[in-house]
């Protein structure tokens, strides 16, 4: 029995043996760092990863910088069709709320990727090494700027974190505001990031030395406030200045205003940079993407009949223009001015158009005209469009650079930039500019691109132009009749103290115990 025992001991043991060198494989699909980004191809592919980061960014972030600004209702079908989007509209989101969570995420999910380019990649190595790399400091700028302004004191994450540092603390001011200096520094003064070769250069579609320089000077706008030095102010004025007098980008003209953001007319002249998306008809997939389903015009119920050649049909109408943002177009430019009329359509002008209202629902009878989406640039109930994501275009710079020069004491400069914006809005240019001119052209003219929310926390304003939000919502009868009616939040609206700042998501300040949350959340 004992001799027994001992061979099947001795055959156990020799199979044991035996899998384990059939587990001795090399694993698959993991990257060798050692081994991995040492061609120009690997390279390459890694930079790619950041673009696609960005365009994933679209949904979320600008529902949610859209909805929290004065300028829209969170829309829907009726009040209650999703209850995220109303909260942020009534200031009623908290550490829970998807797309504030989704927005946090979005951008460390780019600081990530850029952390791994810049601790492995040598820019030594290659042109397009150097690129990747400039690139990489150019866009966890960009994740950083957006983070310290909606978030406050983020935490800072500048390198590949070992498990021991996976807790991090949130960051100071001074240290995050450092960081995006740096970062896009070296990124604009690297001479590797691409720069287009003429004005009508529609080819140039990475990352420019321009767009890092208009970054730049946007930070520098927001430092001057932030850190409570008014030097910033000239440092802005300047950057700015260098995207302005490069020659290489312009106010488009190329046809009406309103059809500016149409697929016919990607990278244009005056787009700084923009996500790209490909009409490939065999891979219609690929540019899935439920934003132009959720802005495009109440329709998905039959609630609107509308003309092909006016608009989509499919869409769910979050994003409903308010009143207010329609009178300050009246009010400062008159009730039919061509801006307005390109940027908003009333129910009536619609109608003249051929739409035709069919139930009630939720809705001012205010309709996004430039943001809308054609029927040759949708499928599938707008879920998928060959719209390219817009980032920032010159017209922003001209308006930051603006505000820039005012605050500097160059109200010369200030007035030029503003006018080149009035006269391609059709509008006399004025004598004299002051800050809340300003303020009044740049909400007008970016109304729907994502500024409005963090200009108002800059300026100062926010509490008196959001402190009534989510106290009613509009409901429109196909008659047109507008009524507003109670959300039922005894609390709403804008609250100082809390609101200067999102929340850190649940899931954030769960599993980090060092990440204080912001107050009042």
Known sequence: MKTRYFILTVLAALALSSC???????????????????????IESAGITMYSDVRGWYYNVMLVKNIISDDYFAGGAAHGDNVDMDALGEFGFNSETGQIEGSFTGYYGLIYHANVIIGHIDPAQSKAAAQAVAEAHLFRAWAYFELTTLWGNPPIVDHELVPSEYKQPNGSTEDLWKLIEDDLTYAVNSGALARKTSLNDATTWRVTKEFGQALLGKAYLWMAWEL????????????????????????????????????????????????????????????????????????????????????????????????????????????????????????????????????PTLSTGIFNWKG??????????????????????????????????????????????VNRVRTRAQLAPLASVDLETIKTEKRLELCGEGQRFQDLLRWGDAEARLKDMGNTYPKMDPNGAVTYVPTGRSVYGFKKGKHEHLPYPFTETMLNENVIQNPGY
């Open 20 to 42: 384990d060198k059939l587990l001795d494989v090399p694993r698959k699909g993991v990257i060798d760092y050692d081994t991995y980004y040492k061609t120009d191809d690997e």
């Open 228 to 359: 409570n030095d008014k030097s910033y102010y000239r440092k802005s004025a300047d950057m700015l200045a260098n995207v302005i007098n490069s020659g290489l980008y312009d106010l488009w003209t190329a046809g009406p205003y309103g059809d500016m953001r149409h697929a016919a007319y990607k990278m244009n002249c005056e787009d700084l940079f923009e996500s790209i998306r490909v009409n490939d008809l065999d891979n219609q997939f690929d540019n899935f993407d439920f934003y132009g389903a959720m802005v495009s015009w109440r329709s998905s119920g039959s609630e609107m009949t509308i003309p092909a050649d006016v608009c989509c049909t499919g869409g769910w109408g979050f994003m409903v223009p308010t009143e207010d943002l329609l009178a300050t177009f009246e009010r400062y430019e008159g009730k039919d001015s061509y801006r307005r009329t390109q940027t908003l359509k009333t129910y009536d002008e619609l109608k003249a158009m051929g739409v035709v209202w069919n139930m």
């Open 372 to 417: 809308r989406f054609m029927a040759d640039e949708i499928a599938y109930y707008a879920m998928v469009n060959t719209k390219n994501p817009l980032w920032m275009r010159f017209a922003e710079v001209l308006l930051l650079g603006a505000e820039a020069s005012f605050q500097a004491g160059d109200s010369a400069t200030a007035l030029q930039y």
